[in-house]
């Protein structure tokens, strides 16, 4: 059966027919599937990317509701990853999907990303996966944007893109910066983050389950937002088209990195 790309007619005419060729010819890789990465996924779906990889082996749990696209009354403890393959297929049949329901863990992540993807969305809210994930990818030289904090902020016009060692004023940015270090990785990593101060009144502390010892208050629209500037990422750089990166202050250089952020054996200050 031919594969009728008429639903991507409004996209063809912003990219032409050779970018929708080059988005149905890549393969998408999108690791966490709550505020940020749901709606990643669904843009990376309608963009009309040809095949993806979703990942992750959250339930949905009541106080997802506020935020995440898969989280309905209606659907408490079914797993996200199913859920979203379900709207993502009903959104293209054609998508050649592989759903992974699981945690990501160091041997996976490590096994899943043997395979070559044309891009990897991390959108991972805790630290130490979110490091398997980044480091290993670096290592294998996989494309890969990363979303930083989106919890404890409001307004979505401080969303900026820059290499990961350029992020500034994120204090999720600075713990993953100085924990990445330590594992050599230096520059080359697209990171989606905001230079809004942090709400610390929102900060709650949680059971430690899934790696995630405490957690920011959220609004609606503040992760949606993250997702699809880093979706814009992806799709930009598939198409060739610029991707413009926020410098780093000079007044915030890393004191024993300097601007590049090559990493040093020793430790690191922000």
């Known amino acids: 059966m031919i594969n009728d790309l008429s639903w991507l007619s409004r996209s063809a005419l912003l990219v032409g027919e050779e970018g929708i060729e080059k988005l149905q010819n890549s393969h998408v890789l999108v690791v966490g599937l709550g505020g940020v990465g749901s709606f990643a996924a669904e843009f990376i779906c309608r963009?009309?990317?040809?095949?993806m990889t979703i990942v992750d082996?959250?339930?949905v749990d009541p106080s997802n509701r506020n935020r995440q696209l898969p989280a309905l009354a209606t659907n408490h403890g079914e797993l996200k990853a199913d859920i979203m393959a379900s709207r993502l297929l009903e959104i293209n049949p054609a998508l050649n999907l592989h759903v992974v329901r699981n945690f990501l863990s160091p041997k996976m992540c490590r096994d899943m990303l043997n395979q070559r993807f044309d891009y990897v969305m991390d959108c991972i809210d805790s630290v130490t996966p979110k490091l398997y994930l980044l480091a290993t990818a670096y290592q294998t030289g996989q494309k890969i944007v990363s979303s930083m904090g989106a919890g404890g902020k409001l307004d979505p016009t401080?969303?900026?893109?820059?290499d990961l060692m350029d992020t500034y004023q994120c204090q999720f940015a600075q713990y993953v910066r100085k924990r990445i270090k330590r594992l050599s990785v230096g520059t080359g990593i697209?990171?989606?983050f905001s230079t809004e101060e942090v709400m610390r009144s929102s900060l709650i502390m949680t059971d430690g389950s899934n790696f995630k010892r405490s957690a920011y208050g959220t609004i609606s629209y503040l992760p949606a937002a993250f997702g699809g500037v880093c979706a814009s990422v992806v799709i930009r750089d598939l198409l060739?088209?610029?991707v413009k990166l926020t410098q780093r202050p000079p007044s915030m250089m890393d004191k024993?990195?300097?601007?590049k952020g090559k990493p040093k054996k020793s430790k690191a200050k922000d």
């Open 190 to 192: 697209k990171a989606v």
């Open 158 to 162: 401080q969303l900026r893109v820059a």
């Open 256 to 259: 024993k990195t300097g601007s």
């Open 240 to 242: 060739g088209y610029p």
């Open 57 to 59: 082996g959250d339930a």
């Open 47 to 51: 963009s009309g990317v040809g095949e």
